[in-house]
T-cell receptor
Framework: DAKTTQPNSMESNEEEPVHLPCNHS???????IHWYRQLPSQGPEYVIH???SNVNNRMASLAIAEDRKSSTLILHRATLRDAAVYYC?????????FGTGTSLTVIP | DTEVTQTPKHLVMGMTNKKSLKCEQH?????MYWYKQKAKKPPELMFV???????INESVPSRFSPECPNSSLLNLHLHALQPEDSALYLC???????????????FGEGSRLTVL
């Protein structure tokens, strides 16, 4: 059973911000929230992760709800190279279980 | 470029064959993973090795046999597979030990297996 739920697909215009939501209502206090993306014919690639506070890195930002039952991955300016499947994952120790993912289409 | 190397990239085998998938990393990671990914589905966790010992086995059929001969290598031995085992097999690694839970997974590009 998936521990995270995400929309199946989303579209964004190029150079616009994208907000990818994830619900994880059964999250425990020690679960880390990870995001990965998978481009066609490649293995998944790490994007960002966090526990309680919002996080920023060169790729994206992660906004975590105060109750931690949901999070949002923010791509500040979508490019064509950002077209991929984005997975929201809860991590406990060595247990990384992928949710169903959101397929992001970027429109030129 | 990925720092996790998987070989072969493609493998075709019959149901009576024995073959192996190999994975190698030189990042000093002490946790290594096998995932199975069917088309248009998310990766499914199969096995996790931590410090060369099997830590997680997600009730995978015995026709899949993992092996971790040292901290850099991870193998997946295949025997008597079924056509429904055809999939992309992904290897990943992460730091282990005290910082478990914080480090990210590094994935290889996968080995695409076809069982005839």
């Amino acid at each position: 059973d998936a521990k995270t739920t995400q929309p199946n697909s989303m579209e964004s215009n190029e150079e616009e911000p994208v907000h990818l939501p994830c619900n994880h209502s059964t999250i425990s206090g020690t679960d880390y929230i990870h995001w990965y993306r998978q481009l066609p014919s490649q293995g998944p690639e790490y994007v960002i992760h966090g526990l309680t506070s919002n996080v920023n890195n060169r790729m994206a930002s992660l906004a975590i709800a105060e109750d931690r039952k949901s999070s949002t991955l923010i791509l500040h300016r979508a490019t064509l190279r950002d077209a991929a499947v984005y997975y929201c994952i809860l991590r406990l120790g060595y247990q990384f279980y992928f949710g169903t993912g959101t397929s992001l289409t970027v429109i030129p | 470029d990925t720092e996790v190397t998987q070989t072969p990239k493609h493998l075709v085998m019959g149901m009576t064959n024995k073959k192996s998938l190999k994975c190698e990393q030189h990042m000093g990671h002490r946790a290594m993973y096998w995932y199975k990914q069917k088309a248009k589905k998310p990766p499914e966790l199969m096995f996790v090795y931590s410090y060369e010992k099997l830590s997680i086995n997600e009730s995978v059929p015995s026709r899949f046999s993992p092996e971790c001969p040292n901290s850099s290598l991870l193998n997946l031995h295949l025997h008597a597979l079924q056509p429904e085992d055809s999939a992309l097999y992904l290897c990943a690694s992460s730091r282990g030990g005290l910082i478990v839970g914080t480090g990210e997974l590094f994935f290889g590009e996968g080995s695409r297996l076809t069982v005839l």
